[in-house]
Nanobody
Framework: QVQLVESGGGLAQAGGSLTLSCVAS????????IAWHRQAPGKHRELVAA???????NYEDHVKGRFTISRDTVKNTVYLQMNSLKPEDTAVYYC??????????WGQGTQVTVSS
């Protein structure tokens, strides 16, 4: 069982920045990947960015060039640096991990609100 705890959400102005953190209770090096998803009110949860065990990254088109996912394997933490924030980035952001057996784990989410 892996526990994921997100932090770093809050209120930002359009054009501003926030950095989210996801701390895992186990070694993130043992995960197939760790990803950030988000869910805005009335919308489906969507993938934002992911980083694999090998360090490869991928991003949803709307955040490419603005968001950066990274990890610290010593701290078992994955980060999401969000720059040039837009009001449409407002959502609850969730951390998700898949372990080597294919089981998924989710964090409790952190709210990001971007004002115009």
């Amino acid at each position: 069982q892996v526990q994921l705890v997100e932090s770093g959400g809050g209120l930002a102005q359009a054009g501003g920045s926030l950095t989210l953190s996801c701390v895992a209770s186990g070694s993130i090096a043992d995960m197939n990947y760790i990803a950030w998803h988000r869910q805005a009110p009335g919308k489906h949860r969507e993938l934002v960015a992911a980083i694999t065990s090998g360090g490869s990254t991928n991003y949803e088109d709307h955040v490419k060039g603005r968001f950066t996912i990274s990890r610290d394997t010593v701290k078992n933490t994955v980060y999401l640096q969000m720059n040039s924030l837009k009001p449409e980035d407002t959502a609850v952001y969730y951390c998700k991990a898949e372990d080597r057996l294919g089981f998924y784990y989710w964090g409790q989410g952190t709210q990001v609100t971007v004002s115009s």
